[in-house]
């Protein structure tokens, strides 16, 4: 039986997990169990050119679980379903495998929401199917950009309307503007490097420098960045500069850094949060 049985989910791409969709895990929470309901593998069935997550994979049950607050201290789960399954559906099929396979009580969309092949069916119809399958639908507005300027032009399309989306918060990361990726996500944007073994960090003192082969994640443009922490293992928070070049990423610290860590036996996982 699915996770999903009984609960509220919630609809749409969740890649950078941004206010918008806290707002759709909000809403989810307020009528049931809420879970974010997400599609495995539609660049590679699409053929899109593969790019780097905003959020790494191994990173988003901590940021859903700093929502929990906002919902009813309840951390939203996310439901995974091969995009490759759905593909073909049409808008009524789609819904009647949410209710007869999935089991779910209700759906929260935003009103611009696409569904089914070809984005056939739109919010209005998942309202009537969800009525016809007798199960709730929770449509709300979409949560706006309210820092719209020159800078973020390039991101913005009739599609969007001025909307808070992964889009922006890419481009925003394009142009190194990481206030306003933290505002757009809610939060600070953190990367996260592993690595297996110790050879793929250089480290000393004040410094630990690794390939760009070790993010898990989308860095922003290169340069400078002040005000920044780093995080190994989720714990002890260091505050460091951030240089990020062609082919590295370095680490600077004013007091000695957690070179005895690195020394020890991997693997590592280091997370490095971006403050504005």
């Known amino acids: 039986m699915a996770a999903t049985v009984g609960g509220i989910v919630a609809l749409g791409k969740f890649d ?21 309901l997400s599609f495995v593998g539609m660049a590679e069935v699409l053929g899109w050119e593969p790019r780097a997550p905003i959020v790494a994979k191994c990173d988003r049950k901590r940021v859903l679980s700093s929502w929990a607050p906002l919902c009813g201290n309840v951390t939203p789960l996310e439901f995974l379903i091969e995009f490759s399954s759905v593909r073909h559906l049409t808008p009524r099929q789609f ?5 007869k396979e999935l089991g779910v009580r209700g759906v929260v969309a935003g009103e611009n929401y696409r569904f089914g092949y070809k984005a056939a069916g739109d919010s209005s119809e998942l309202v009537r199917l969800c009525e016809e399958f007798g199960m709730g639908a929770y449509i709300i507005k979409p949560v706006m950009d ?65 390939p760009k082969s070790c993010l898990l994640n989308l860095p922003p443009k290169e340069g400078l ?22 082919t590295h990423i370095h680490l600077e610290f004013d007091e000695v850094g957690p070179y005895k860590h690195l020394t020890s036996q991997g693997p590592w996982q280091l997370g490095v949060e971006f403050g504005v």
Not at 160 to 176: C, D, K, P, W, Y
Not at 225 to 246: F, G, K, Q
């Open 95 to 99: 819904v009647e495998k949410l209710y």
């Open 225 to 246: 960045y002040e005000n920044c922490s780093l995080l190994i293992d989720d714990e002890n928070p260091v505050s460091c500069r951030v240089v990020i070049d062609t």
């Open 16 to 36: 950078a997990l941004h206010i918008g969709h806290r707002e759709l895990a909000i809403q989810a929470s307020r009528v049931g169990a809420p879970f974010l």
């Open 146 to 210: 309210n820092n719209q300027d020159s800078r973020n032009t390039a991101s913005s399309n009739s599609k969007e309307r001025g909307q808070v989306s992964s889009t922006r918060v890419r481009h925003a990361l394009s142009i190194g503007d990481m206030k306003y990726v933290s505002e757009l996500l809610g939060r600070q944007h953190r990367l996260i490097l592993t690595a297996q073994y110790q050879e793929a960090f250089t480290s000393s003192k004040h410094k630990v420098s690794a």
